[in-house]
Nanobody
Framework: QVQFVESGGGLVQRGGSLRLSCAVSGGTLDLYAIGWFRQAPGKEREGVSCIMSSVGNEYYADSVKGRFTISRDNAKNTVYLQMNSLKPEDTAVYYC?????????????????WGQGTQVTVSS
């Protein structure tokens, strides 16, 4: 069974950086579009970034454009989310999600597989 596992979360000060990883097991990463979502306490899950499978087109939410970068290494079966210039409002549990084909990047219902999440906390 294919699984997606996030790692790389932690506590960082405002302006700091973190790199999240989403590793796939039991499957081949290059078949999947991968999205990153986040959910803060009391808020809905929101799309942060997405990278498509074949061409590698990328999507970013307005709130993270210029600060976050998504990339994929199919040889390592891993997608990364490099997060720079972090702000306290970036604090959330971050999830990676996957699906075949071309999802609407920020639509949770378009994704079939979800990781367990990793906590990112940005202190002020």
């Amino acid at each position: 069974q294919v699984q997606f596992v996030e790692s790389g979360g932690g506590l960082v000060q405002r302006g700091g950086s973190l790199r999240l990883s989403c590793a796939v097991s039991g499957g081949t990463l290059d078949l999947y579009a991968i999205g990153w979502f986040r959910q803060a306490p009391g808020k809905e899950r929101e799309g942060v970034s997405c990278i498509m499978s074949s061409v590698g087109n990328e999507y970013y939410a307005d709130s993270v454009k210029g600060r976050f970068t998504i990339s994929r290494d199919n040889a390592k079966n891993t997608v990364y989310l490099q997060m720079n210039s972090l702000k306290p409002e970036d604090t959330a549990v971050y999830y990676c999600a996957a699906t075949w084909g071309s999802p609407t990047p920020s639509d949770t219902v378009d994704y079939d597989y979800w990781g367990q999440g990793t906590q990112v906390t940005v202190s002020s």
